[in-house]
């Protein structure tokens, strides 16, 4: 290897001068330091001057050494450019590893393309895996969580709101770009060429392949994280982008067979599926002396009523985990309430965030048990046309509508809310909601109830309504001080933990807000049925944890970790309906148990979903309730009939979201907004 400088040359001043007044030009723009700027025009100088010889003998050598330079270098500007300072000290050494095996499987994927020049192929790799990395920093400012493999079938909608947002280049972009102009300017002084191109493509293939099946088994039970910034820094940018990929292609089940998805078309869209039977179990294995899944309507027949669901964020029960005393109730309302009601509690398959799972647990009746752990339905699965709880309204002539009082990008509500076929959204950037009715940072649950009280008193004489509001009030992050809010007016015995204060000052406030809620709703003439419940369990200091069960969330039964899953829900009517305690369903249960109370007639999967009740009375992405058994079971430990109507649920389940060229237009027919059957 040789190594001379030409300092005078017309070329590289030239080159030296273009390349400084762009860095000039974004370190302005950025409102960087100057010092940086001036570290890379005395290196730029010296590299543009610069020229290498290598040896020809030795071009595996020096493609090693630039590949692998390469990919940690690129690995860092990707990881620098996405995360401020604190965020990248929380990435793992062992985490940027793997990253880097992954931008090292990009290089030799370039290196397909541009064989006999490595150079080419690093300055590809780089460029493009810097540009997407501005991409994913760009996404997450625009929506607040990050690029993600399914936004490619959704790339069209996100370039058509673009031109409504502002970019702006921050300071680690500026760095990243310079740095970047530094490295490719090296790349282009060291030529490295192959003479021949066919072996190396074998020996790029070997490689490529050693590097997907290590990067595939170091990965295996590592989990998609796709809320804020959790995926770039818990695993990296690269990596959890291939973990995207990876989960976004569920495989069919083993016994998965058409023909049966047929013979169960057959039994639930006749009207042999709705006989009664005598008695069940309910998920405590005790007879309930009546059919808890046969839920029947008392009201008056053509009458419909006002639907009203709230899902409510972090809504939960914490004497589920373990007994423990108050200064005073949290939920005094709320735990007062029969008359009229079906009450409970429901199994979520989250705990502690992901909430856009429970809500499409409770629309579409199917559950996180078939689907990858960490995986977000929302951000991940759901396509144009899917079947739910709004479909079937939509059928019924009712005018669909979804509230939310935060951003409309959370989750992709703005895209996944009109393929869910809702007629109205309404979300806290559009200005429906008043952001000055806020509860620490958040606008609070009152505020979301007015407004559905609003629309209620807006509605048409013969208009039929069905609202979903989620709320935002209760939502994570318990221990900083605000000045509006009194964090300490419901404590718990001791008063050590003052997360868990704070939380349960925040449900008595929802408390009050449903008591005002209800109170309303009950003196209307028009019959209103609301469904209430908490979306998962919050995330609490884990010694309080400790103190209700004395082992925290360590080595727990399979029953014990499950009421950690556990949260309340009610089902209230303002006219006269059955009464009942349901001592544990699940979330996927709910719109089935809703529909049947309003005396909706329901469809297929809605009555199959009815019957599996009986035998399976609650799932989530743990485990199920056996009957049998009295307790919780993992899927795999399922024998006898349990088993056979877990096959059949997720024989459905895939058949649903992932079988679309033999969707059962039996169990999943999808009504627009506009009530019209889509093909």
């Known amino acids: 290897m040789e190594i001379s400088f030409r300092f005078k040359e017309k070329k590289n001043l030239i080159c030296y001068a273009v390349f400084l007044g762009i860095g000039l030009?974004?370190?302005?723009?950025?409102?960087?330091?100057?010092?940086?700027?001036?570290?890379?025009?005395?290196?730029?100088?010296?590299?543009?001057?610069?020229?290498?010889?290598?040896?020809?003998?030795?071009?595996?050598?020096?493609?090693?050494?630039?590949?692998?330079?390469?990919?940690?270098?690129?690995?860092?500007?990707?990881?620098?450019?996405?995360?401020?300072?604190?965020?990248?000290?929380?990435?793992?050494?062992?985490?940027?590893?793997?990253?880097?095996?992954?931008?090292?499987?990009?290089?030799?994927?370039?290196?397909?393309?541009?064989?006999?020049?490595?150079?080419?192929?690093?300055?590809?790799?780089?460029?493009?895996?810097?540009?997407?990395?501005?991409?994913?920093?760009?996404?997450?400012?625009?929506?607040?969580?990050?690029?993600?493999?399914?936004?490619?079938?959704?790339?069209?909608?996100?370039?058509?709101?673009?031109a409504h947002y502002r970019l702006q280049l921050h300071v680690r972009g500026v760095y990243v770009i310079l740095g970047s102009i530094l490295f490719l300017a090296v790349i282009r002084r060291c030529d490295i060429t192959f003479q021949k191109a066919a072996m190396h493509r074998v020996i790029d293939l070997a490689v490529i392949a050693i590097l997907f099946l290590y990067v595939h088994g170091a990965a295996e039970n590592r989990e998609t994280q796709t809320w804020e910034l959790k995926g770039s820094y818990q695993n990296g940018f690269m990596l959890n982008y291939y973990l995207g990929i990876r989960d976004s292609f569920v495989s069919a089940p083993d016994d998965y067979d058409l023909e049966k998805v047929e013979e169960l078309e057959k039994t639930y869209s006749s009207d042999s599926s709705d006989s009664e039977s005598e008695g069940t179990a309910d998920a405590s294995g005790s007879d309930t002396g009546a059919d808890e899944s046969q839920i029947t309507s008392t009201?008056?027949?053509?009458?419909?009523?006002?639907?009203?669901?709230?899902?409510?964020?972090?809504?939960?029960?914490?004497?589920?985990?373990?007994?423990?005393?108050?200064?005073?109730?949290?939920?005094?309302?709320?735990?007062?309430?029969?008359?009229?009601?079906?009450?409970?509690?429901?199994?979520?398959?989250?705990?502690?965030?992901?909430?856009?799972?429970?809500?499409?647990?409770?629309?579409?009746g199917n559950s996180m048990a078939w689907l990858p752990s960490g995986s977000v339905v929302y951000e991940q699965y759901l396509q144009k046309n899917p079947f739910s709880m709004v479909s079937t309204l939509n059928a019924e002539g009712y005018t669909t509508i979804a509230m939310h009082p935060y951003y409309s990008t959370g989750w992709k509500r703005n895209t996944n809310y009109p393929k869910l076929g809702f007629?109205?959204?309404?979300?806290?950037?559009?200005?429906?909601?008043?952001?000055?009715?806020?509860?620490?940072?958040?606008?609070?649950?009152?505020?979301?109830?007015?407004?559905?009280?609003?629309?209620?008193?807006?509605?048409?004489?013969?208009e039929n309504l069905f609202i979903m509001g989620i709320t935002m009030q209760n939502h994570g992050g318990y221990e900083d001080y605000y000045s509006n809010f009194n964090s300490n007016e419901v404590t718990a015995e001791g008063g050590r933990f003052n997360d868990v204060d704070q939380y349960l000052s925040l449900i008595h406030e929802t408390d009050n807000a449903v008591k005002n809620l209800i109170t309303y709703f009950q003196s209307v003439d028009q019959p209103v049925e609301i469904i209430f419940f908490g979306d998962h369990q919050p995330s609490l200091d884990s010694w309080f944890y400790y103190t209700l069960n004395g082992k925290g969330m360590s080595g727990l039964t399979m029953d014990e970790m499950e009421n950690f899953y556990k949260v309340p829900f009610f089902i209230w009517t303002n006219w006269d309906s059955q009464e009942r305690e349901v001592s544990c369903t699940s979330l996927n249960y709910l719109s089935t148990m809703a529909l049947q109370v309003a005396g909706i007639d329901l469809p297929a999967y809605n009555k199959f979903l009815a019957e599996m009740r009986e035998h399976i009375p609650a799932i989530n992405s743990r485990g199920y309730y056996s009957i049998s058994q009295q307790k919780f079971l993992h899927f795999e430990d399922a024998v006898g009939e349990e088993q056979e109507w877990l096959d059949n649920y997720q024989m459905l389940q895939y058949n649903c979201m992932f079988d679309k060229k033999h969707r059962s237009s039996v169990f999943f027919p999808y009504y627009d907004s506009a009530g019209n059957l889509v093909e």
């Open 25 to 162: 030009l974004l370190t302005v723009l950025a409102q960087a330091s100057f010092r940086p700027l001036v570290l890379f025009a005395i290196l730029y100088f010296f590299i543009c001057s610069m020229r290498v010889r290598l040896s020809d003998k030795l071009p595996w050598l020096w493609t090693g050494i630039l590949f692998g330079v390469g990919s940690i270098f690129t690995t860092y500007c990707i990881q620098y450019c996405i995360l401020d300072p604190q965020s990248f000290e929380k990435t793992s050494d062992r985490t940027l590893f793997l990253n880097v095996l992954c931008v090292a499987f990009i290089y030799f994927i370039c290196h397909l393309i541009f064989t006999r020049k490595p150079g080419r192929a690093a300055t590809l790799a780089h460029c493009f895996l810097v540009v997407v990395a501005f991409i994913d920093y760009f996404v997450y400012l625009f929506r607040e969580n990050e690029l993600s493999f399914s936004d490619l079938s959704s790339s069209g909608t996100g370039l058509s709101v673009l």
């Open 299 to 364: 009201l008056d027949s053509g009458k419909k009523p006002v639907i009203i669901t709230i899902m409510d964020e972090s809504f939960a029960d914490l004497s589920t985990v373990g007994e423990f005393e108050t200064n005073q109730e949290a939920t005094p309302f709320i735990d007062s309430l029969k008359e009229n009601t079906i009450r409970g509690y429901a199994l979520s398959s989250v705990y502690g965030a992901k909430t856009p799972n429970s809500e499409w647990e409770y629309m579409t």
């Open 423 to 462: 007629d109205e959204q309404h979300f806290m950037d559009d200005g429906y909601f008043d952001e000055t009715n806020i509860v620490r940072d958040y606008i609070t649950d009152q505020e979301l109830f007015d407004k559905i009280i609003n629309r209620y008193e807006q509605k048409g004489e013969d």
